[in-house]
């Protein structure tokens, strides 16, 4: 375990508070509205950019950061107050030359902190609001090249916990654990191994334990690494490889309302282009596992970095799940054995979607997912939200 503290100031950004975006809110709503869309349901474009990761505040305000991956790219945020036609302004959280996805989080103080790998410093960076327009901007200084598609939860003492990869492309330490006080980082290698980068994970904390889901693309096969106490882990597999041609791709996973209980979903695939999203719940070392969804149609591309199925738990603790290929994109609830879909939205014409989705249900029972799709470089970031 390392632990290390930070004696200098974090960087800030001064970046401007409203980027110029010249495309009017009803414009946005349009390019952003798919075929199929059934009443209630309001869409807005956040902006430009791609790989958004959400979480909804107080009141239904969605708090979203996307991104442009490029050499000279950039992290934005945006706030997008329930009922509003666009944004109350896009902050740019960095420039740089940055891999996604990425993920937000909210501390305590409801300011949104957001997570991603920097490929010139080699790190995964915490990127903190402390006021518009500023944002501090704190690497995690650990050895090799990690900070790939990282995820964070808080804990009740405002730690926050980050999970990312340190791929085998790199120095190929594995799957690494980062913990940031606000002064200090504790550092760990939750599981040693040559894995890739690309096949996501996904973090919860309980008082006792934390659990990170990821996916082994060696065996092909989804993980759980538990954290029992400092630098003490465990790795255990919710299930075997089976008849798939892999299985745990893209893993998203929710802690019951008991403060026990795992909610975990990742896809399978049965081809190329097809495959099952498997719902896992249990406990480590004792998981019920089915398909929810079909999924044709998709595109794990050069990359390989997606989202194609999300998920949150609604205020009666049942996962809604958010499920994406190329020209579809489908909300599922699940209720004890019994898989229901809610919607099913089509691509709009020459458009196609990205397979990134980040799903949230909100204090008074909204599904709010967001995406991007294609229709402007290097994409368009939209949101959506059902009822008043």
């Known amino acids: 375990m390392l632990v290390l503290t930070a004696i200098l100031l974090s960087a ?53 950061a996307f991104m442009n991956e490029a050499t000279d790219g950039w992290v934005r945020y945006a706030r997008l107050p329930l009922g509003a036609s666009a944004p109350s302004g896009l902050e740019t959280v960095a420039s740089g030359y940055f891999y996604g996805p990425i993920d937000i989080v909210r501390g305590a103080d409801g300011e949104p902190r957001v997570l991603y790998h920097d490929h010139d410093g080699l790190d995964q960076v915490v990127a903190t609001r402390i006021g518009t327009p500023n944002w501090s901007l704190e690497p995690m200084p650990s050895a090799g090249h990690d900070g790939w598609y990282g995820s964070g939860v808080f804990d009740l003492a405002g730690t926050l916990h980050t999970a990312t990869y340190d791929p085998a492309g790199f120095s190929g330490r594995g799957l690494v654990y980062g913990a940031w006080t606000g002064s200090s980082w504790t550092i760990e290698t939750a599981a040693p191994g040559s894995f890739d980068y690309k096949g996501g994970t ?65 896809l399978a695939t049965t081809g190329a282009t097809a495959g099952v999203v498997r719902y896992a719940l249990g406990m480590p070392g004792s998981f019920l596992v089915r398909d929810v969804a079909s999924i044709s149609g998709f595109s794990l591309g050069f990359d390989g970095a997606r989202d194609i199925a999300t998920m ?17 994109l489908t909300l599922l609830r699940i209720d004890g054995a019994a898989t229901e879909v809610l919607e099913s939205f089509q691509a709009p014409a020459g458009v196609v979607f990205g397979q990134q989705t980040d799903i949230d249900v909100d204090d008074s029972d909204r599904i709010q997912p967001t995406w991007w799709q294609s229709g402007e470089v290097p994409g368009t970031v939209c949101h959506a939200v059902n009822g008043p």
């Open 12 to 64: 800030c950004n001064s970046g401007p508070v409203d980027l110029v975006d010249d495309i009017p809110p009803d414009v946005g709503s349009a390019m952003c509205t798919p075929a199929g869309a059934g009443p209630g349901w309001s869409f807005t474009r956040l902006g430009s950019g791609t790989k958004p990761a959400l979480t909804v505040g107080a009141g239904g305000a969605a708090h979203v």
């Open 202 to 266: 996904a973090i919860v904390w309980t008082p006792s334990e934390l659990h990170v889901a990821f996916y082994d693309d060696l065996a092909g096969e989804p993980r759980l690494a538990t954290r029992s106490a400092a630098d003490t882990w465990s790795v255990t597999t919710p299930e075997p490889l089976g008849g798939y041609a892999d299985v745990g791709r893209f893993p998203d996973m929710a802690l019951d309302p008991d403060g026990q209980t795992l909610h975990l979903l990742y």
């Open 312 to 328: 949150d738990l609604d205020l009666a603790a049942r996962p809604v799940v958010a499920v994406q290929s190329l020209s579809e």
